[in-house]
């Protein structure tokens, strides 16, 4: 599976939009960029995926550019809810099982 | 619609005894299934993947094991617990793969804290 990097934290302002980058320059033609956020002591959630296609749903957008080595989760109006650990991840759904490697993710803090 | 059940949310065990941790999911069938450890707060591990009954991969080498009885129960188990077992245990699940058009992404269950002491 590729490999990707993330910052390791940032802040954003409540009511702003929140750009989380992520990078996997590795990735392969199968492989899709899942995000995933996880709360303190909760299990992840499921936030977005995508292939090459730009992708929107009513938690968040998800931007891959052209050459998929690199993505961007935009939350549009970031609420303290939205603190959490926010994962970037590449994986084919069907080989190894689709498993989901981890990395240390991004670490958003919003602040009112 | 399909549903995660994981349990118990938290245990403490002491050092040597045994673990049986039960995961199972409804409404769906030929699921993978995977269990996960954190660890330290950040950082989840893979440690078992399952794409079918008594289809068991390891990830990493330690103390732990899994098994799929059934299609929808995953069980992880340990014989004698280390005080490095301790962590929150996260089992998920994703359908099978089918083609594209399908949100294969994992639903987590809400986790197990062990504690070993």
């Known amino acids: 599976d590729a490999k990707t990097t993330q910052p390791p934290s940032m802040d954003c302002a409540e009511g702003r939009a929140a750009n989380l980058p992520c990078n996997h320059s590795?990735?392969?033609?199968?492989?899709?960029v899942y995000w995933y956020r996880q709360i303190h002591s909760q299990g992840p959630q499921y936030i977005i995926h995508?292939?090459?296609n730009n992708e929107t749903n009513e938690m968040a957008s998800l931007i891959i550019t052209e050459d998929r080595k690199s993505s961007t989760l935009i939350l549009p109006h970031a609420t303290l809810r939205d603190t959490a650990v926010y994962y970037c991840?590449?994986?084919?759904?069907?080989?190894?099982?689709?498993?989901?490697?981890f990395g240390q993710g991004t670490e958003l803090s919003v602040k009112p | 619609s399909q549903t995660i059940h994981q349990w118990p949310a938290t245990l403490v065990q002491p050092v040597g005894s045994p673990l049986s941790l039960e995961c199972t999911v409804e409404?769906?069938?030929?699921?993978?299934l995977y269990w996960y450890r954190q660890a330290a707060g950040r950082g989840l591990q893979l440690l078992f993947y399952?794409?079918?009954?008594?289809?068991i991969s390891s990830e990493v080498p330690q103390n732990l094991s899994a098994s799929r009885p059934q299609d929808r129960q995953f069980i992880l188990s340990s014989k004698k617990l280390l005080l490095s077992d301790s962590g929150f245990y996260l089992c998920?699940?994703?359908?099978?793969?089918?083609?594209?058009?399908?949100?294969?992404?994992?639903?987590f269950g809400s986790g197990t804290r062990l504690t070993v002491v």
């Open positions: 998920a699940w994703r359908p099978l793969y089918r083609g594209l058009g399908v949100n294969y992404g994992y639903t």
């Open positions: 590795t990735i392969s033609g199968n492989e899709y």
């Open positions: 995508g292939l090459k």
């Open positions: 991840i590449v994986s084919s759904s069907y080989n190894q099982g689709g498993k989901l490697i």
């Open positions: 409404g769906t069938s030929n699921p993978n």
């Open positions: 399952s794409v079918g009954i008594g289809q």
